[in-house]
């Protein structure tokens, strides 16, 4: 059964909530008060949601255990980063193929470019994705600013591309990014890409993080031979025009700190949350 999108606002409301007073251990009951549920269905919808019980995320949320998480990532990360794209602990088993787009073509900035977009319920709220015949080009979520928020920061990094409302043709593409429904013959999805040589060496980095880890700024730069970079990484980073998909919600502050996101950091905190959760390691 797979989690419904409006479930998210819910969890997002308890995420705040935990953010705020996770120190004092909060009970189940007041944490489902806060969101105006009983414990009976407040702790339903977390486990149908996250995989994980509220106090499992709790402990999520320590800054302890992002320290401890990023000392365990650093043999996985140094093994996954000679190893290629793909990762066996990728979500859903899912593999992509990344296409950057040439240097003519980044400076026409999509002109002549035909882009379908549509909005879609997921596990992190509604989302909008973006594609184009050579594949994804965009993928985001809904904020404070709303559907034409989302979509006016999209249009942004293609401003002459011919935008067209077709939520029939990008459907397929989320139910294979979030559901899981990926066949035997599938082709691995394409992502194209509109960035600079060295943002597009970043987001080929972040694809290299699997599922369940984490990496801080510094050893992301450390990866691309940048050792003095992090900022520059760090900005790269926050670019990333296709979330989930291209992880950077994988990527913290050195001291543990999960830090922003730029499509909320309580989002970044579910995502992370999420995963933890399908990873078997973390199951409990």
Known sequence: MQPKSEDYSRIERAIFFLEENFRRQPELREVAKSVHLSEFHFQRLFRRWAGISPKRFVQFLTLEYAKKLLDQSHSVL???????????????????????????EFKAKGAGLGISYGFHPSPFGECLL????????????????????????????WPKARMEMNARLTQPYVSRIFGGQRGNGDRPLALVLRGTNF???????????PLGSVTCYEDLASSL????????????????????????????????VIGDYHWGAARKKAMLAWEAARTPVNRH
């Open 78 to 104: 140094d093994a996954t980063y000679d190893a290629g794209l793909s990762s066996p602990g990728r979500l859903h088993d899912l593999f992509v193929n990344i296409e950057a787009m040439t240097p003519g």
């Open 130 to 157: 973006a594609v184009t015949e050579k594949g994804i080009c965009g993928l985001g979520f809904i904020g404070k600013g709303g559907r034409a928020g989302t979509l006016r920061d999209f249009q942004r990094r």
């Open 199 to 209: 943002q597009v060496r970043v987001w080929e980095a972040l694809l290299k993080i």
């Open 225 to 256: 031979g940048k050792v003095r970079a992090a900022r520059a990484v760090g900005g790269a980073v926050g670019r990333n025009p296709i979330a989930f998909l291209i992880p950077c919600h994988r990527v913290i502050r050195k001291v543990g």
